[in-house]
């Protein structure tokens, strides 16, 4: 949220305050000397912005557009302090700026920082911990936003659970504003002094065209891809850019005291009704994020009327002045809080008492966080050097990044010694434990650990492997094995089909065969259009169209992909474009082998066998919940001759019970995609099952 402050100051104090040294050549003599007009009104619209966001979160679960009123406060109160600061001294101190900034940013983003990693040691699953450690990082780098956005449109990570970080995405889109916003109006005045414009009106100039460009493209991004234009600072810029303008127009306007009664009680009724209306976390940030911020915007231009009907009377009370002054730090704290109660509580939403009880935590913490950390380095720094300053405020940091360091450390050597592990076949034998005489292996830790489950991947995909994300259009190419192998087997297909690589590859590597593999998340080889929600999935028709050019110039043996799709909601089923596409492969003289889909477990397996252990029933699920009881491919009549059919299910679900952990080792790093450790298990199997259909 906005730099901690209080509207018992000059305006200017309430973002960064603003440096006091002279240019060497001396201000612009023509300029005034600007002194900024005290606007108490602030700090109450502050306490109704972030009292929604709680709320929202805690008793809703939805998100309120309270967010948003702190994007536009921060670009109305951080562009009038430069552009104050221009017209009084000249130029701007960029290490006054920003060491200021660091001094009342950091100590407490620190502070809820190394608070948030305690926590997850104590309270939350181990299957979470690499992900808060992560979520840590970039929390203090200011670059969560992206963190986020990289991962929500990762398909394999679409069933993450929620980081008690998360809302620190809007604190980094802040961040990279001031890092951002000097240098452009700096550039911008350097540029007006030389064509001889006044650097106010070019500034305004130039925040226009910011606010256009970005808003254009919000509303484009959001309507191709909302998730990650929800976190994207380009999308979100134009908010900002708004409330710059609006600091330098605001000067410009002088509105009788009735319009600007009805303009308060305007824009206080739309700034409480925004998250009620609209749904929020579907719809932002296009042009419709411009509800929230223009009911802001309305509220700071009625200003403070002195009407007793005005609705300034309730925002420049002391009880809503106070709460804004807590808003910085009770934004910070609500969130983890929240999150940590519905992890110990086992809950979705808070029930009424117990989102009181994170309330009344949050702001305990909150009170406690100002006093001690916000006014005490304030008051500790203030006559202390910038770089000084600015170096107390990063000294925050070290400990967090200290500790998210060291524990990172050790989970990674502790990981290496658990792979070794698992080499180990007697101890950890998998899914081949399923066709020993008494099917059951030596008592044995669970490899994968689930704190370690969801970077159990194969390295197809892993950061920089073959496996292509939503916005791909070409195939990624994994080739393995010799070029001139006898044998060539393609993988082809969505993520179900991805998993199964791990398996293949050390199925070839032992018979010498070659694998090559084109996968893409969320991507049916179909001939058939594919839907992410209610719109096409284009990129995925291309990606398609180009495996195909691919199969064409190889082209391989025998091709492996998924051969129905399994579904709690629509069953089981053999799509008519997966027949289609095995018909065109047939034309082609490239041979099919077709793998049953693994069953979808409801739950995530990780987090049920941290909490109740693996061999517990609640970690267990019915096969006929998402699988057919025959399979449908038996039955579908268009099926070329030279297509095969492999089913594995008995690896999956032995005795119709499909368990979290079979052999000793961790099926499932979410509802549905297998460990790499357990397709590894699988290599013998597979092997087997490809021999035995094509007579290698």
């Not at 002279?22 to 612009?28: I, L, N, V």
């Not at 049916?524 to 050019?549: A, H, I, K, L």
């Not at 952990?661 to 961790?666: D, R």
């Amino acid at each position: 949220m906005t730099a901690p402050s209080s509207t018992s100051k000059p305006l200017q104090n309430h973002g960064t305050p603003s440096p006091a040294s002279r240019a060497p050549h001396g201000p612009d003599p023509a300029a005034a000397r600007p002194r900024a007009q005290h606007r108490p009104e602030i700090e109450g619209l502050r306490a109704v912005a972030v009292i929604l966001i709680v709320a929202y979160h805690v008793w809703l679960g939805r998100v309120s557009g309270g967010v948003d009123v702190f994007l536009l406060l921060t670009g109305f109160l951080i562009t009038g302090s430069l552009v104050r600061t221009v017209e009084r001294d000249g130029w701007i101190r960029f290490s006054a700026f920003w060491g200021r900034l660091l001094a009342r940013l950091t100590p407490p983003v620190g502070v809820v920082l190394l608070g948030v990693l305690v926590a997850t040691a104590l309270w939350l699953p181990e299957s979470r911990w690499r992900d808060v450690i992560a979520d840590t990082v970039a929390a203090a780098l200011y670059v969560e936003n992206w963190h986020l956005a990289t991962n929500a449109v990762d398909y394999l990570a679409r069933d993450d659970a929620v980081s008690p970080l998360q809302h620190f995405w809007s604190l980094s889109i802040q961040g990279q504003f001031y890092l951002l916003w000097p240098l452009l109006v700096t550039l911008v005045v350097v540029l007006a002094r030389w064509r001889g414009w006044s650097p106010r009106t070019a500034i305004g100039a130039a925040l226009s065209v910011v606010l256009l460009v970005s808003l254009t493209y919000s509303v484009w991004s959001t309507a191709v891809d909302q998730t990650w234009a929800y976190f994207d600072t380009g999308a979100r810029l134009w908010e900002l850019a708004l409330g710059g303008l609006l600091s330098l127009a605001l000067p410009l306007l002088s509105l009788p005291v009735r319009p600007r009664v009805v303009l308060g009680w305007l824009g206080l009724a739309g700034l409480v009704s925004c998250g009620l209306v609209l749904q929020v976390s579907t719809l932002f940030p296009g042009w419709i994020a411009l509800w929230p911020t223009g009911a802001a915007a309305l509220v700071i231009v009625a200003g403070v009327t002195g009407h007793r009907l005005g609705a300034d009377r309730i925002l420049v009370a002391r009880p809503l002045a106070y709460v804004g002054s807590l808003s910085y730090s009770l934004y910070l704290w609500h969130w983890p809080v929240l999150v940590v109660y519905l992890e110990v509580a086992n809950r979705a939403v808070a029930s009424l008492h117990g989102g009181l009880v994170v309330i009344a935590v949050s702001v305990l913490l909150s009170v406690a966080t100002k006093w001690l950390v916000e006014d005490g380095v304030r008051h500790l720094t203030r006559r202390w050097a910038v770089y000084a300053t600015a170096a107390a405020g990063l000294a925050f940091l070290l400990p967090a990044m200290t500790v998210a360091g060291g524990w990172a450390t050790h989970l990674d050597r502790a990981e290496a010694e658990r792979q070794r592990l698992a080499e180990d076949r007697d101890l950890y034998p998998g899914a081949t434990v399923v066709d020993w005489r008494d099917g059951t292996a030596p008592e044995a830790p669970v490899l994968p650990r689930p704190a370690d489950a969801r970077g159990d991947l194969g390295e197809n995909e892993r950061p920089g492997g073959c496996h292509e994300s939503f916005e791909g259009t070409r195939a990624s190419v994994c080739d393995d094995g010799p070029a001139d192998a006898e044998h060539t087997i393609a993988l082809v297909g969505q993520s179900h089909a991805a998993h199964w690589y791990t398996a293949l590859r050390d199925a070839a590597e032992a018979q010498g065969w070659r694998l090559v593999t084109m996968t893409k998340g969320a991507c049916q080889f179909s001939t058939e259009p594919s839907w992410r929600g209610e719109d096409e999935y284009v990129e995925c028709g291309e990606w398609n169209t180009d495996v195909m050019r691919q199969l064409t110039d190889l082209p391989p043996d025998v091709l492996v992909t998924t051969a129905t799709r399994s579904s709690p909601g629509n069953g089981e089923q053999v799509l008519d474009g997966y027949v289609d596409r095995w018909r065109e492969l047939d034309a082609m003289g490239v041979d099919v082998i077709g793998i049953r889909d693994t069953p979808r477990m409801g739950m995530s397996p990780p987090d049920c066998v941290a909490d109740n252990g693996a061999t517990s029933p609640e970690c267990e699920t019915d096969i006929t919940r998402s699988l057919a009881e025959v399979p449908p491919y038996a039955e579908e009549p268009a099926v070329p001759e030279s297509m095969e059919f492999v089913d594995l299910t008995d690896y999956f679900c032995p005795d119709g019970r499909c368990p979290s952990v079979i052999g000793n080792v961790l099926v499932y790093y979410d509802d549905s995609h297998i460990t790499a450790t357990y397709s590894a298990t699988l290599a013998p199997i597979v092997s087997a099952e490809i021999q035995r259909v094509t007579g290698w």
